[in-house]
């Protein structure tokens, strides 16, 4: 059962998981890589904010998202001025079939799933019939763009912490459990610890599938695992019409060349691509301080002085991406 520190561990590590040991398929016409059964542990739900590169998380569109749901709603005009393709998952152009919000405040026209929990759990703190439903059987075995991924909610306060699990059919790990489910249901967990008079404790999520799905307008991932040597030289001698053993003697002739420039002028370009340099680091003493992270005391061991070696691509390379 992976278990991680917060969302952005986690996203880091599913991913990482899919592409080691998920299989390829094809559903819907789209191109994926899924994992079945994966079972993933959150311990700090509510440190909710996604920190990763080129993802271009849009926190104002997670806010927006999950007030819309806390607020039972289910239009697409609304929802729209933040996240702007929400109309392709739109059946109809003015609503989400699978819209959280109606499901949870309004089951079957008149059951507040949200207050119902709240009272249960306020009157029998011991109890595990804290439970909300999103997949309706009557309503979801159809053909349509948008059929809840997420189905069951389960709540179980134990220890004095408020504890979550999410039972998901399938989710994509980057646009749908780091996009904005994991968000949304630590904004809920967190108000329903507050109601409750408790601590938040762990989030579940229980998937039977969990996938990334190709999107090659993103630019963020790519499916395929990145160019190992081999594959290098190989488009290089396509391109330029060398035999791939000339190749590699210019790339090993190369690098022979960028160490001895390293270590005397402390610095060597690679035209079109980087400036690789040399920084000196100075000794430093152990020393008492902060863990930014738990934010409890810790030591901070001595380190020798040392040299590390830093790219700094050039502005070819930025342009090109």
């Given at each position: 059962m992976p278990g991680y520190r917060n969302i952005s561990f986690a996203t880091v590590g599913s991913v990482i998981d899919i592409l080691d040991h998920g299989s390829n398929v094809v559903v819907h016409g789209k191109a994926t890589r899924e994992l079945m059964g994966r079972l993933t542990t959150l311990e700090r739900p509510l440190e909710r904010y996604l920190f990763l590169p080129k993802r271009h998380n849009d926190v104002f569109a997670q806010f927006a998202e999950t007030m819309w749901v806390l607020a039972g709603r289910d239009d697409v005009v609304w929802l729209s001025r933040y996240l702007p393709r929400a109309p392709d998952y739109s059946d109809d152009g003015r609503t989400w079939h699978a819209a959280y919000g109606p499901r949870l405040r309004r089951w079957a026209g008149d059951v507040d799933q949200l207050d119902k929990v709240r009272r249960l759990l306020t009157e029998d703190r011991e109890s595990r019939r804290g439970v909300m439903v999103l997949f309706d059987p009557a309503r979801d075995f159809v053909d349509s763009k948008d059929i809840p991924c997420n189905n069951w909610l389960s709540w179980i306060?134990?220890?004095?912490?408020?504890?979550?699990?999410?039972?998901?059919?399938?989710?994509?790990?980057?646009?749908?459990?780091?996009?904005?489910?994991?968000?949304?249901?630590?904004?809920?967990?967190?108000?329903?610890?507050?109601?409750?008079?408790?601590?938040?404790?762990?989030?579940?999520?229980?998937?039977?599938?969990?996938?990334?799905?190709?999107?090659?307008?993103?630019?963020?991932?790519?499916?395929?695992?990145?160019?190992?040597?081999?594959?290098?030289?190989?488009?290089?001698?396509?391109?330029?019409?060398?035999?791939?053993?000339?190749?590699?003697?210019?790339?090993?002739?190369?690098?022979?060349?960028?160490?001895?420039?390293?270590?005397?002028?402390?610095?060597?370009?690679?035209?079109?691509?980087?400036?690789?340099?040399?920084?000196?680091?100075?000794?430093?003493?152990?020393?008492?301080?902060?863990?930014?992270?738990?934010?409890?005391?810790?030591?901070?061991?001595?380190?020798?002085?040392?040299?590390?070696?830093?790219?700094?691509?050039?502005?070819?390379?930025?342009?090109?991406?």
């Open positions: 306060a134990r220890d004095s912490r408020l504890h979550l699990s999410v039972a998901v059919r399938s989710n994509d790990a980057m646009w749908g459990f780091s996009g904005t489910n994991a968000f949304e249901w630590s904004i809920l967990q967190e108000l329903m610890a507050y109601w409750l008079k408790l601590e938040v404790g762990g989030a579940i999520s229980i998937a039977s599938y969990i996938c990334s799905v190709r999107r090659a307008e993103s630019g963020w991932m790519d499916m395929s695992k990145p160019m190992t040597k081999s594959e290098l030289i190989n488009q290089i001698a396509e391109r330029s019409e060398l035999k791939k053993g000339e190749v590699k003697s210019v790339m090993e002739a190369l690098a022979d060349v960028g160490y001895k420039e390293l270590k005397k002028n402390s610095s060597f370009v690679v035209p079109g691509f980087a400036k690789f340099v040399v920084i000196k680091k100075p000794a430093t003493k152990e020393r008492k301080g902060i863990n930014p992270f738990t934010k409890e005391p810790t030591i901070f061991k001595a380190k020798p002085a040392r040299k590390i070696i830093r790219a700094r691509p050039v502005k070819a390379a930025k342009d090109a991406v």
